[in-house]
């Protein structure tokens, strides 16, 4: 709602200054004339309402008939026409407190989120035939050869290219435990250098950095609006009217069938008008949700709006992907099983034809060959491998599907590890066995699902069978599925959704998972090594690759929802029974206050719970 530029939050001597003129009136209300009464308790109102008033005002203006400030210029104004000046001016300055807190609190979560955009420096150091050069971070070009020095904040996503640190992730991850970094090592935008000096190529414009993406994510959040915040918006458009209705069939209907007396029916009528505002609704509710965005985003897990909360908290079945996300992705060479060449020409062979591709298993090989091969024609099959022409020959580097579609017999033998086959114009040279490890913190975070009420864990991974059984059952995972390509794991994904009581989540890193991502009930990307496309596609982003946050995730998102169904129950509650009784004569205004401005700030400070992340 727009403020008054004379907001009484901004000018409290105002609300001070009505405060004492009450408390005068109030002292010496025996003593006074009733025109100095009058007098004194309408400057009261004045000081303290004006900013009210005008935004009333402008509601006229604007043709927002019946919002809060109106009802409450009614109420005040309505009360002192009946000579119950006290509760006019009590009425105004209760409902200026209650704007306070509510203030108060939305700036503490707006300075929340806030904080945790403010990772990375608008300006950038770049070296400039050896010179160093100040410039604006948009202004930097990919390619453009960064100076960070200790302290710093990256500014661009960039490669190292000399120097080694130790880096502080915690401002995109939540990680408190710092990082070692050398050459040829990536930097998110936003990381801090905490050691050593580090030159380094930008990778993407700052447009398009880490840090970028997860201020857009932040800042789009709060568009998406969970079921509670709809309701809350479609109530309150029937609610206020219904209530004013009411409000004035209660002050006239009795005096015309001379049940009750005009004042008393007007008094009543003004209680009705005071309680019936809607701002504890209207305010903590959203309120929560966005507390929530803000208490996750502390931890590094980022939601995409409040509609991600529900169907996170009620999630039953987890599937997981495998490289990556429940292992650390980082493989290691174990054996090579040589055929027809010798265990270096099959490795070389197979660095040379995995070249330009950034996939983990491709990283583990070229960094364990000496390879003086050049590759050309390479075509990459997604789900099974790599062809390539090298030195006049065919070489087919992948998975045994890749095999077979080559014409070529072949079957891995090796239990627990991940096969690269390795064929050469038709002819089955060897296999590379690679291994794999598990993140040293899957098993704890997967038994903390558990214990959250989760009923089924399982994988769906490209890997051979013997590589995914042997992950899955270090993990007492309850199934898997193995040598699966984008539409099987789509496919899969889609099977266990066909069962309508299952709540289905997935949690990947990978561009094969994005399609598995979109479908889900909720779908969770590992956003610490993961694509662009795995983020853009998923409901959730954990910015570190540590699985221990997806718990952290359930309960915040669980606790969010709590708050914000407590809120809707207390404020309908409190509000309900001074309505009836207040129809009744039952109560006088200073419950109406309570109800109004009392059950606001109640629920705010409820709402403002979800701002923290220790969520157990």
Not at 310 to 329: I, M, R
């Amino acid at each position: 709602m727009k403020k008054s530029k004379l907001n009484i939050i901004k000018h409290p001597i105002f609300l001070i200054f009505s405060s004492l003129l009450l408390l005068i009136g109030a002292l010496l209300v025996a003593s006074l004339s009733q025109a100095v009464s009058l007098a004194l308790y309408i400057v009261a109102l004045l000081a303290v309402g004006h900013p009210v008033m005008l935004d009333a005002l402008r509601g006229i203006l604007r043709k927002d008939l019946l919002d809060e400030k109106l009802l409450m210029c009614i109420a005040s104004i309505g009360a002192m026409c009946i000579g119950e000046y006290t509760e006019a001016v009590a009425v105004m300055i209760f409902y200026s407190v209650g704007e306070y807190f509510e203030e108060r609190a939305v700036k503490k979560a707006r300075a929340s989120i806030r904080s945790l955009m403010e990772i990375c420096p608008d300006t950038a150091t770049v070296l400039t035939d050896g010179e160093e050069v100040e410039m604006d971070a948009e202004d930097v070009e990919t390619g453009a050869t960064l100076l960070l020095r200790v302290g710093d904040r990256v500014p661009l996503d960039c490669r190292i290219v000399s120097g080694a640190s130790d880096v502080d992730t915690s401002a995109l991850t939540g990680e408190s435990a710092l990082r070692s970094v050398a050459v040829g090592d990536t930097l998110d935008s936003g990381t801090v250098i905490v050691s050593g000096v580090l030159t380094a190529e930008a990778l993407r414009p700052a447009e398009e950095s880490a840090a970028a993406r997860i201020l857009a994510l932040v800042e789009n959040a709060t568009e998406n609006k969970s079921k509670e915040e709809s309701f809350i918006t479609r109530f309150a458009r029937w609610y206020t009217p219904l209530v004013v209705g009411a409000a004035a069939l209660l002050a006239f209907l009795p005096p015309i069938l001379r049940l009750a007396p005009l004042s008393e029916c007007v008094h009543r009528a003004l209680l009705f008008l005071v309680v019936s505002c809607p701002c504890a609704l209207v305010i903590s509710v959203p309120m929560a949700f966005f507390g929530g965005i803000g208490g996750a985003a502390r931890i590094g897990v980022l939601f995409k709006g409040g509609n991600v909360f529900s169907p996170l908290a009620k999630s039953t079945h987890f599937v997981f992907d495998k490289t990556g996300t429940l292992t650390t992705g980082e493989f290691s060479l174990k054996e090579i099983r040589a055929l027809h060449a010798s265990p270096d020409a099959i490795l070389e062979l197979a660095a040379a034809a995995e070249f330009g591709s950034n996939h983990p298993v491709a990283r583990a090989i070229r960094a364990a060959a000496k390879c003086t091969l050049t590759a050309t024609d390479v075509k990459e099959l997604a789900g099974k491998g790599i062809i390539a022409q090298i030195e006049g020959k065919t070489v087919a580097v992948g998975n045994k599907r890749l095999m077979q579609s080559c014409g070529i017999e072949a079957s891995s033998l090796c239990e627990g590890a991940t096969s690269v086959l390795v064929a050469e114009n038709g002819t089955l040279l060897g296999e590379i066995l690679l291994s794999d490890t598990v993140k040293p913190e899957a098993g704890d975070a997967l038994s903390s699902l558990r214990s959250l009420g989760v009923k089924h864990l399982s994988m769906l991974t490209g890997d051979g069978e013997n590589a995914a059984r042997a992950c899955a059952e270090s993990l007492s995972l309850d199934g898997f599925s193995h040598s699966l390509r984008p539409e099987d794991k789509y496919a899969a994904l889609q099977a266990l959704l066909s069962n309508k009581e299952n709540k289905v989540a997935y949690v990947g890193d990978g561009i094969n998972d994005s399609p598995s991502l979109a479908l889900a009930d909720v779908g969770i990307a590992m956003g610490s090594g993961g694509t662009d496309s795995a983020i853009e596609a998923s409901d959730v982003v954990i910015m570190s690759a540590n699985l221990s946050r997806l718990p952290s995730a359930i309960r915040i998102a669980r606790k969010t929802l709590r708050i914000a169904k407590e809120n809707i129950v207390f404020a309908l509650a409190v509000k309900l029974g001074i309505l009836v009784l207040g129809a009744f004569g039952l109560v006088g205004m200073w419950w109406g206050v309570f109800a109004d401005v009392g059950v606001a700030v109640i629920a705010i400070l409820n709402s403002m719970r979800t701002l923290t992340s220790k969520c157990k």
